[in-house]
């Protein structure tokens, strides 16, 4: 059955910045074929983040009226849902849809998806993607860019896809920074509860991660990843109080927050948003020493003979005095990575490092991720909302979420 619109794929790649042609293809002046003239609307999350801040600044609940409850309160997939019906309500010519599963989990990616197939029969989808998986079977045509122009329309049977394998092939720097004490058993959790006035968060949590352990802690928005995370490594005070032992120390018996920390590498998306002004990769790197942002003390010969040896690593030898802005966001992540690695700190948490990067992005990580969990003494603690093939956990704890709170299932 031959379908009715064409539907377009762009990956979405340092090659097609979206800047320069998106604005012209929303307007109707950009040449591809069955779009020529007409107006679309776009679906991202910048788009919605818009509209969350008009409504904290302005009051204006465009997508929520009726609800009576502010679009920060809604889940990730209510957010979403909420924008595509109001977009939807512009009755737009075509929409884009820009990476539109990212921070979703997935039985949100599944609601989604069907919801936009049967959206397609309707009208045309142009997709921006990250990953091949978010290709949705109605797509017929995939576009190429140069330089921000239209190369070419190419049948999506006929897309050559980038390669998603990757190997480093030069060994991890061994550790010059000391920990003395460490346990065993670096974190446990006994019976943990968390709740936030009538809201039940977790219930009776047991978890337990050694040395040299890979865990991989997945489940649904709003299971409570974010608040078992904030009381491994935050300070969050509904771990006190309970059983909650961080490397060998009951929580609250006397050691402050920042002697956690320093047991602890970590890394979030949200950390770009510190590094604002022109580090170089080099400086980048050295900082994990000091955990701060910027370098401000003068490093050690040794010290700068591990950061130089972590960018050999990585492959960026030669960009050691670019600006780490410059890089891509795959990049990016890497370089977060060996600095929050290069003290060989004896727990790394990496909160959802893979959103927001494309397929051979998302290998590159992988490989770094499951390089360091093969050759340094180092647990790994990696956060994700979906599984991810290219990442080998030794062991999977899944929350599932229930009226009383989430309970925890080791895999």
Known sequence: ????????????????????????????????????????????????????????????FKLTSGLNRSLRTLSSGEQKKALLSYLLQQNPDFIVLNNPYETLDKG???????????????????????????????????ITFEKAELKVVVPIEDYAFRKKEFVFDKDIPSAITTYN????????????????????IL????WTIKKKEFWH????????????????????????????????????????????????????PAMLELFKRSYTVEHMVISGFYDSIGLYQTP?????????????V?????????????????????ILIARAMIKHPPLLILDEPLI?????????????????????????????HRDEANIHPNFIYELHPSPDGSVGVQK
């Not at 794929?9 to 003239?37: F, N």
Request: charged share 25%; proline share 4%.
């Open 1 to 60: 059955m031959t379908p009715s619109h064409q539907h377009y794929a762009v990956e979405d790649t340092a090659r097609s910045p979206q800047e320069q042609w998106l604005p012209q293809l929303l307007s109707g002046s950009y040449k591809l074929p069955g779009l020529e003239g007409k107006k679309g609307v776009i679906f991202s999350n910048t788009t919605l983040e818009k509209y969350i801040q008009e409504e904290e600044r302005h009051d204006n």
């Open 108 to 142: 949100s990616v599944v609601l989604l998806k069907q919801q936009l197939i049967a959206l397609s029969k309707d009208r045309p989808i142009v997709l921006i993607f990250n990953r091949q998986d978010d290709l949705l079977p109605i797509i017929t045509h995939a």
């Open 181 to 200: 004490n460490i346990p065993e058993v670096l974190i446990e959790l006994k019976n943990v509860n968390v709740n936030y006035e009538d809201r039940s």
């Open 203 to 206: 219930k009776d949590i047991n």
């Open 217 to 268: 802690l997945i489940g649904p928005n709003g299971s409570g990843k974010t608040t078992l995370l904030s009381m491994i490594y935050g300070n969050n005070s509904k771990a006190y109080g309970q059983e909650v032992c961080l490397f060998g120390k009951k929580k609250g018996s006397g050691e402050s927050v920042w002697d956690i920390k320093q047991k602890i590498g970590y890394i979030s």
């Open 300 to 312: 050690s010969t040794a010290q700068i003979l591990a950061a130089a040896q972590w960018m050999d």
């Open 314 to 334: 990585l492959n960026l030898s030669q960009e050691r005095n670019t600006s780490f802005l410059k890089l891509s966001p795959a990049v990016q992540r890497l």
């Open 356 to 384: 927001n990067v494309d397929d051979e992005g998302r290998a590159l990580i992988s490989a770094l991720i499951n390089k360091i969990a093969k050759e340094s003494e180092t647990s790994i603690l990696f956060v994700a």
